[in-house]
Each structure stands twice: as structure tokens, then as C-alpha cells.
């Protein structure tokens, strides 16, 4: 058995064409409010983070025709991108993960937005979905 | 200013082709274990739901080749299908999301899984994602 490493969704990303849209259809329509918005040029993305509960929902949008979630755009159009799972240690989950045979993007832990540290797990050997594990 | 309608990320679905095997998948990778479980024949799926923190991994599969999910698998594969979002008052959000223009998929809030209240909106309208909203 292993032992419970989810502590939290971190968060829910949602991959958009218009950032400042995408946040005011939020605002509008829930009442939501940005926590957080930054731009992740190693990422190629610009996000900002609306507070729910304890969690975050995460709208991304590309900041270069290179960045994967333009890629994912031009495929998919704008929508679910991936999830983000909080955990004590992002080292220990990832290995977890490779340890059951999982294939990963990062092979070690990185830093992430707002000071985080993350490691993305491949959706192919996670039925589908795209997966950051997230430690605060 | 709309106020501040969702209480927490109640889920994230996750359609899948195999449910047992995406419960083992979450179990050996992540030590998750299943909360609950049902067979929703209104909706054409079995799902289960994998507790973290205050919200859940939904895990979804179709019971029957006519169910939405079945659709999604055909044309998306395994991967993220909704949010939901868990509200006080399923009723009046749904307003909200009405009066600022968007789109439903249900016109009236309708039992949903677990014995929740749910309704979902339509992603056209908004930034392509398939919203749930549950009241619990």
C-alpha cells in the first residue's frame, strides 16, 4: 500500500485565449477574485489564480507560439488542462510515481509559480491527464 | 460584483475506460482510496470518487455506448472531462450564470450523484470547460 501523498487539489488549470476575459467571466459569474497572476516565461505562459476554498482555479494562456499550451490550444481549443495535486514532498510523490511505473515530464523537482516547487507527470501511464504535483 | 458563489472544488472528473484500473492506478501511485462509489444510470456512468482533503477524484466511465462520457472517450481519449464546483445554493447559482449570459446544459437543478444537487453549464460560454455545480 502507499501511503496517502495527496493533500489538497492545488489546482484546476484551464487552458485560455484571453486572460483578462477568461478572469472577468469568472468574476461575473462566481464572484471570484485574483489571488495571484504571473507570467512563467520558462514555461511560456502567463496564469492567474482565483481562490477557492483552499484551491485555486488556474487560468493559463500562452505568452509564445512555442509554449505547450499554445500547442494544446490550436489542438483542443481553450478547456481543462491539467490538474495540480498538493503533497508534503514533490521528490517523494515523483518518485511514487516512477516507481509504479508511471512516466514523468520532470525527472526532479522544479520551481514553479508563486514559489512553489512542482514535478509534471506524463497523462500517458496516468489515464489521460496531465498531472503537476505541487509543494507549497 | 457577483458574490463569491463556489465554496469549494467539490471534483475533478476524470473519464476513464476502465474503472477498476484507474482505482488501482490512483491507489498504488498516490495511496487514494475510494469514498464512494455509483452507478448513475440517468447520466450513463459509474464513477468513484477518491477523497482528497474536502474534495474528490472523480473517476468516470460509461455504462452504456449512448452516454456523453462514451462520446468524449471516442473522440478525446482518457483525460479530464469537468470541474465541479460545490455551491450553497445550486438554484441560485445557476441564475448567475444565466443572468451573465451563459450557457446551461440544465435548465433546473436536478439530483445528481451521492445525493446531491447539481447542474451543469454548457463550456461554450465558458472558455470551453464543462462545469458541474453541486450542492452537497
Given at each position: 500500500?502507499?501511503?496517502?501523498?495527496?493533500?489538497?487539489?492545488?489546482?484546476?488549470?484551464?487552458?485560455?485565449?484571453?486572460?483578462?476575459a477568461?478572469?472577468a467571466y469568472?468574476?461575473?459569474?462566481?464572484?471570484?477574485?485574483?489571488?495571484?497572476?504571473?507570467r512563467?516565461?520558462?514555461?511560456?505562459v502567463?496564469?492567474?489564480?482565483?481562490?477557492?476554498?483552499?484551491?485555486?482555479?488556474?487560468?493559463?494562456?500562452?505568452?509564445?507560439?512555442?509554449?505547450?499550451v499554445?500547442?494544446?490550444?490550436?489542438?483542443?481549443?481553450?478547456?481543462?488542462?491539467?490538474?495540480?495535486?498538493?503533497?508534503?514532498?514533490?521528490?517523494?510523490?515523483?518518485?511514487?510515481?516512477?516507481?509504479?511505473?508511471?512516466r514523468?515530464i520532470?525527472?526532479?523537482?522544479?520551481?514553479?509559480?508563486?514559489?512553489?516547487?512542482?514535478?509534471?507527470?506524463?497523462?500517458?501511464?496516468?489515464?489521460?491527464?496531465?498531472?503537476?504535483?505541487v509543494?507549497?
Amino acid at each position: 500500500m502507499t501511503a496517502p501523498l495527496l493533500t489538497e487539489i492545488d489546482h484546476v488549470a484551464i487552458a485560455v485565449e484571453d486572460l483578462d476575459a477568461a478572469i472577468a467571466y469568472y468574476a461575473e459569474t462566481f464572484g471570484t477574485t485574483v489571488e495571484h497572476r504571473e507570467r512563467v516565461d520558462s514555461d511560456g505562459v502567463e496564469e492567474a489564480l482565483l481562490k477557492v476554498a483552499d484551491s485555486y482555479i488556474q487560468l493559463l494562456t500562452p505568452t509564445t507560439s512555442s509554449s505547450p499550451v499554445a500547442a494544446f490550444l490550436e489542438r483542443r481549443g481553450e478547456g481543462l488542462h491539467h490538474v495540480g495535486y498538493r503533497v508534503d514532498d514533490c521528490a517523494v510523490a515523483l518518485r511514487s510515481v516512477q516507481d509504479s511505473g508511471g512516466r514523468v515530464i520532470d525527472e526532479t523537482p522544479r520551481p514553479g509559480s508563486r514559489g512553489t516547487t512542482v514535478a509534471f507527470v506524463h497523462p500517458r501511464g496516468a489515464h489521460g491527464t496531465l498531472i503537476e504535483l505541487v509543494q507549497e
